[in-house]
């Protein structure tokens, strides 16, 4: 059985709960069980078990988060015994949506009390999707009529948002389902990207990338929608047009690991699959490693911004430049980076720039 959790998180009044609906009557048709674990602040506001009832916040806090990783267990426990070749759990929001709600000193009290990292928590979880507030874009969908646990004002879903999404910042697989188009059809940029990661044939994977000059690292590190993390990664033997590669990351001294297959489809777009693997799987694909490519080292920070979610990959080799890159629902939409990146050309479809090509080449350190 393949099994896989992912979060679906956003601003208040983002479409969390007709999204679920939409999930749970489409991805049966591609083969997939999918488990739903409720929202867990939902529950205890509903019962009575408040932010502003107990004693102090963090006391809140405490109940929530150990109840939410609680029903998580159980979910994947419950859900390895199913008879099903996929299994997909569904989190109504994550560990990190309570960092939103919480203090910086608050957040890393409970993760001392808790024995864990920001990083483990937030990488705990294959995929991350956040539904923008309606108040971002869409001010007429905006209210708190439709769920009893939500009392912000617009102004107050705005910051919302924009906490969790900065709380969500440096997970490997982010996106950002924005109010650019009709309800519907944000619901439909929605699955299309949960479809991509989960790998199926159809969606394609639209990326554009960008060479930057070497940008202000003490800036990066000063925002708190950025996070910063150090990449291996080793390309693998493969099949002729494919590419594998295995990847660590590294983050607040906790280590992960994945493995990306990337592969044509009718001849054109690429296909991106992605699965996490444990230390010892990841050792073992080591040893099939492509002799005629390096291991590439790089140090990535992700940004949030100006509702993108953007890759900067700093490389030893390059003293003087950078790989900025973004994942993009519709290729012909403009893309601005922020004013801080200074572009020098776009490298979307030169192949001289791809992570490969730099694995098999010396590069220019000038």
């Known amino acids: 059985m393949t099994v896989q959790k992912i979060v679906i998180t956003g601003g208040p009044c983002g ?34 078990l408040t932010p502003w009832g107990c004693g102090t916040n963090l006391d809140y806090q405490r109940c929530q988060m150990e109840l939410q990783l609680t029903k998580e267990r159980l979910f994947e426990r419950g859900g390895r015994t199913i008879d099903a070749d996929k299994l997909l759990i569904v989190c109504d929001r994550g560990a990190m949506d309570n960092k939103a709600y919480m203090t910086d000193e608050e957040f890393r009290e409970l993760c001392r009390e808790m024995d864990t990292t920001e990083a483990a928590l937030r990488d705990r979880y294959d995929a991350v999707f956040h539904l923008v507030t309606a108040a971002k874009g869409a001010m007429d969908a905006y ?144 040893a099939d490693a492509d002799p005629t490519k390096r291991t590439l080292h790089k140090t990535r920070y992700h940004l949030t911004c100006q509702g993108h979610y953007y890759e900067i990959d700093l490389f030893p080799f390059w003293l003087d430049r950078a790989l900025c890159e973004i994942q993009v629902s519709d290729e012909a939409v403009p893309v601005t980076l922020p004013p801080e990146l200074t572009v020098i050309r776009e490298v979307t479809d030169d192949p001289a720039y791809s992570n490969a090509a730099l694995a098999g080449a010396v590069p220019d350190c000038q």
């Open 15 to 48: 479409g969390k709960t007709t999204a679920l609906s939409w999930i749970a009557n489409n991805l049966p048709q591609w083969g997939y069980r999918v488990l739903f674990v409720p929202e867990t602040a939902t529950e205890l506001i509903g019962g009575g």
């Open 143 to 286: 209210t708190t009529a439709n769920n009893a646990a939500r009392y912000e004002t617009p102004e107050g879903a705005v910051n919302v948002d924009d906490r969790i999404i900065a709380a969500w910042t440096g997970h490997p697989h982010l996106r950002i389902i924005d109010n650019s188009s009709a309800f519907e059809e944000k619901l439909e940029r929605l699955l299309h990207e949960i479809l991509t990661f989960l790998g199926e044939p159809v969606p394609l994977k639209n990326e554009r990338a960008f060479l930057i000059e070497y940008p202000d690292v003490g800036w990066l590190e000063s925002r708190k929608n950025c996070r910063k993390v150090e990449i291996v990664q080793t390309y693998l033997r493969s099949a002729p047009g494919e590419e594998v590669c295995v990847r660590q990351r590294s983050a607040d001294g906790i280590q992960t690991y994945y493995e990306t297959v990337k592969k044509p489809l009718d001849g054109s777009k690429l296909v991106e699959m992605e699965k996490a693997l444990t230390q010892k799987e990841y050792v073992k694909r080591l």
